[in-house]
Structures are given as structure tokens and as C-alpha cells.
């Protein structure tokens, strides 16, 4: 079914092939790196350079996702910027992670919606000052953004894994960067739904800030995305999860106090017992997918982004390249929980 566009999806639409085209002239015909440059860096013994942008502070998946990135030898972490709102607090639960991390190497960026406000992850937070952290804070994240991916001399594969206010502001202020970086999501909801529903669901990503996405996609850089129907089903059980509640890596240790924090101020129904499994570790999925493919199905797909927050297969559309299916889920798994326990960071 077809959606006639609205006034507002007009000219959100007009606005991002407009900035597209902007991009396009920056850039000459130059294309941008693909999956295949970045995968070939690895394979020439280097790191892939990356750059995080994540709503933490939310669900509790983006503090896995982080953990993963730090524990992913293949990754050469540049910046990572907090998203989407209240982003001060998001940005204090970076700053604090990374220290326990020992990786204060790593710049934290202020995404463009500041704001302190209580959330989820208050209470392992406390009055974390961001102040106090060693390494570098960019009170502008978005700019921030921009020069890590013009002063790289590999190209940036940007991970986002919340909605993306930042990303469409660093569109906007610097086309140029869609020629330089490759895109990495966990954006929208393809044929499945949340919980591997048949029904396609308005993913939170994109409900929240379709405009971001829309900019994301009109933009001439290669997207990946993974969406619900390949993230919305993992999460950690039974002897898997006892793994991470075993392992006394500092990361993890945060991570497990950071998970009992969310599930204690979440409280209510649905709320899953820290003792026995993880919640939904959408997230984590993105950050796979910036090094590795190997155990997902990829389809590239015309995909829409609609203003009230799907993404529709529409032939008229730009292509996406989608993670729609589990080559091998379990392996999946068990590979976040290698990860995540190996003492090598
Ligand atoms: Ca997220």
C-alpha cells in the first residue's frame, strides 16, 4: 500500500535531495567507501576507524553494543557521540564506561540536544562529572563528528544505533562527509516486527526522529542497516548469560551493575530478571555488522523512510543494504559472549 506524502514529508524529502545534491557536488563523482573497503582494511592487518553514535541511557542494548565495541580488536574507536536528547546524561554514562574501560583515549562528544536529566542508568551513574574525565570532551559532538571523518585517512565506518539528530545536523553542515564515511544502523522494520512480529512496527529509531533518517538516506553513502527482523531477536539466556554474570572483566562488571540499575528503575510488567537473561540486544547487532557479515543474510533493498516512522520497501526509493535474516543466530550469540568475556580488549 502506498502512502500519498505529506506537505511536511515534501519537503522533508525536497530538503534531504537537496543536501544530497549539495553532497554530490562536494564530492565530484568520487563514490564512497563501501562494505568492501572497510572489510579489505581488516584484511590488510589494519583497524576499521569507526565513530559511535548511540542514544545510552535508554534501553540498556546500547550499553551492551559499547561493551562489544570496546571489545572488538577490529575496531579503532575514534569518537564516540552521545544522541537524541538529554545527551549530557547519555554523554556522563559514555565518559564513565570508557574510564572503567581504561580507554579514555577515546573522545566523548555532547549530541545536539543537551540536557542532564535522570534516567534508566542514574543510579550506577551517581554525580559522574564530565568534568573529571581524563580524555577529551567536544561540547559540540556534531562537529565533532565532522572532523574525525574529514581528518581520517581511512575511511570512518559510523555506527548508529539510536535516533539520529546528530547525523542529519552533520549532513546539513557538512555535505562533503557522505563521501568519506560508510553507514551503519539499527534503524527500522522490514518484514518483521518488534519480538519477530509479522506485522512491521514503526521501529523507536526512526518513530522518533524520521526527519534524521529521512536526511540519512538522501545522502550518497552507502547504508547498511540492521532492523528488526535480524536485531529485535537476540538476546542471552540460560548458559550463555550465566557466562556474563561469571565474568569479572571490569567492562562487564559495569555492564551487569549498569543492566540491574535499568531493570530496577524500569520496574513493572515485562521486565526481564537480570538473574536469568538479557533484555533485547538490538544494538549489539550494529556494531557486528561494522566488521562482520558472515552470519546474517543481506538483501539491498529500496527502502523509504515515512514520516510516521516505517521503512517501506518502495522501488522508487534509494537502495538500503539490509540485514534480514540469521545466517546462524546462535553463533551470533555465541560469538557477543566471546567477545564480551575475552580479557583482550
Ligand atoms: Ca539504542
Redesign the pocket.
Known amino acids: 500500500m502506498r502512502y500519498p506524502m505529506s506537505r511536511r514529508s515534501f519537503l522533508s524529502a525536497a530538503a534531504g535531495a537537496a543536501a544530497a545534491a549539495r553532497a554530490a557536488q562536494a564530492a565530484g563523482d568520487r563514490p564512497g567507501p563501501t562494505v568492501r573497503d572497510t572489510f579489505g582494511l581488516a584484511r590488510a592487518g589494519k583497524k576499521i576507524p569507526v565513530v559511535f553514535d ?3 541511557g ?2 540498556i ?2 550499553t551492551w ?1 559499547l561493551a562489544m565495541l570496546l571489545k572488538s580488536p577490529e575496531l579503532d574507536v575514534k569518537l564516540v557521540t552521545s544522541d537524541s536528547g538529554n545527551d549530557t546524561y547519555r554523554a556522563r554514562i559514555l565518559a564513565k564506561m570508557l574510564e572503567v574501560a581504561g580507554r579514555t583515549d577515546i573522545p566523548v562528544g555532547i549530541g545536539c540536544r543537551p540536557g542532564d536529566k535522570k534516567g534508566r542508568q542514574s543510579a550506577w551513574l551517581g554525580d559522574y562529572d564530565l568534568a573529571r574525565y581524563p580524555g577529551t570532551v567536544h561540547r559540540d559532538g556534531v562537529g565533532a563528528i565532522i572532523d574525525t571523518i574529514r581528518a581520517s585517512r581511512d575511511p570512518i565506518t559510523l555506527v548508529a ?2 535516533p539520529v539528530p546528530n547525523l542529519a545536523e552533520v549532513l546539513r553542515r557538512a555535505p562533503d562527509v557522505a563521501r568519506r564515511a560508510r553507514f551503519v544502523g ?1 534503524h527500522g522494520s522490514v518484514r518483521r516486527g518488534y519480538g519477530g512480529s509479522e506485522e512491521i512496527s514503526a521501529e523507536y ?1 526512526v518513530r522518533a526522529c524520521p526527519e534524521g533518517l529521512q536526511a540519512v538516506f538522501a545522502a550518497p553513502w552507502e547504508v547498511s542497516v540492521t532492523p528488526l527482523d535480524t536485531c529485535g531477536i537476540v538476546h542471552l539466556e540460560g548458559a550463555k548469560y550465566q557466562k556474563i554474570l561469571r565474568c569479572n572483566d571490569p567492562v562487564v562488571e559495569a555492564l551487569v551493575a549498569n543492566y540491574r540499575a535499568w531493570c530496577a528503575a524500569r520496574g513493572g510488567k515485562g521486565v526481564p530478571d537480570p538473574d536469568q537473561r538479557s533484555s533485547t540486544l ?2 549489539t547487532v550494529a556494531v557486528y555488522m561494522a566488521f562482520s557479515e558472515n552470519l546474517l543474510g543481506m538483501e539491498t533493498l529500496p527502502l523509504r523512510v515515512t514520516d510516521d516512522g516505517f521503512t517501506k520497501i518502495d522501488p522508487a526509493a534509494r537502495p538500503v543494504r539490509c540485514a534480514t535474516q540469521w545466517k546462524d543466530l546462535p553463533a551470533f550469540e555465541d560469538e557477543l559472549v566471546r567477545r564480551l568475556t575475552s580479557t583482550k580488549g
Open positions: 548511540t542514544d545510552v535508554g534501553d542494548d546500547d553494543a544505533i539510536g539499527m529509531n538490538f544494538d
